[in-house]
């Protein structure tokens, strides 16, 4: 089985669950995604399955990608990934991936980009409580002293200070699926995930729980 499924994060709803309970969930298009690419352990070393996801115009792409496309004769996608395999010999190229792997209850990793917010203060990135908010205390939001005096007369690498905020790479494990719609390509997520509405994440099993 495939471990995981390139999607697009539609926006968040909420459901009610079998004992009348609201739940917040993120709604995801997955797939269907098309195997670019097998990669197995003869030929490059580890065993992947490489996975496209939404239809790009060949006028679009780039020389590379063109002949990438090409050599393995596989339809032109926007986004490509790598998703480890149980069982390599049980796919070929040019095979569809759908989101029937997964099953409501099951525990999921999805990983996106997360929003970015632009360059912010201590406050806001770091969560920093901040100075008296009276007038004239002249220290409100300001991250305060950051460094030693004569001795090491440096500031230490790491120091929580003002700067981008967001934008980023995140993974939030052990997310559980609410309910799979397979006719419609969509899984529901419970609570949210990383990135903004129509950005791509990837879905991954769990490698925390183990799924029934």
């Known amino acids: 089985m495939v471990k995981g499924i390139i999607g697009r994060k539609l926006g968040m709803t909420q459901v009610f669950s079998d004992d009348g309970n609201v739940l917040p969930v993120t709604v995801i298009e997955a797939g269907p ?34 002949g990438h496309f090409k050599k393995h004769n596989a339809t032109p996608c926007a986004y490509l990934k790598e998703f480890g395999v149980d069982n390599i010999e049980d796919y070929q190229e040019g095979d569809s991936i759908t989101i029937d792997m997964f099953n409501a209850g099951d525990f999921v990793d999805v990983t996106g980009v997360s929003k970015g917010k632009g360059f912010a203060g201590v406050v806001k ?5 901040g100075g008296p908010g009276g ?27 003002p700067g981008r905020l967001g934008g980023k790479r995140v993974t939030v494990q052990n997310i559980q699926v609410v309910e ?9 997520l419970k609570g949210a995930v990383p990135g903004s509405q129509n950005g791509i994440i990837t879905i991954k ?4 729980k183990r799924n029934n």
């Open 33 to 66: 995604c098309i195997v670019v690419q097998k990669k197995t352990l003869d030929n490059d070393g580890y065993n992947v399955l490489q996975l496209g996801y939404s239809e790009k115009k060949v006028k679009r792409l780039n020389k590379p990608l063109k």
């Open 125 to 129: 990135r770091w969560g920093f409580r």
């Open 135 to 161: 007038h004239g205390s002249m220290f409100h939001k300001s991250p305060g002293s950051i460094g030693a005096s004569a001795t090491p007369s440096r500031v230490f690498k790491g120091r929580k200070m």
């Open 180 to 188: 799979v719609k397979p006719d419609k390509n969509i899984i529901l």
């Open 205 to 208: 099993s769990s490698v925390k």
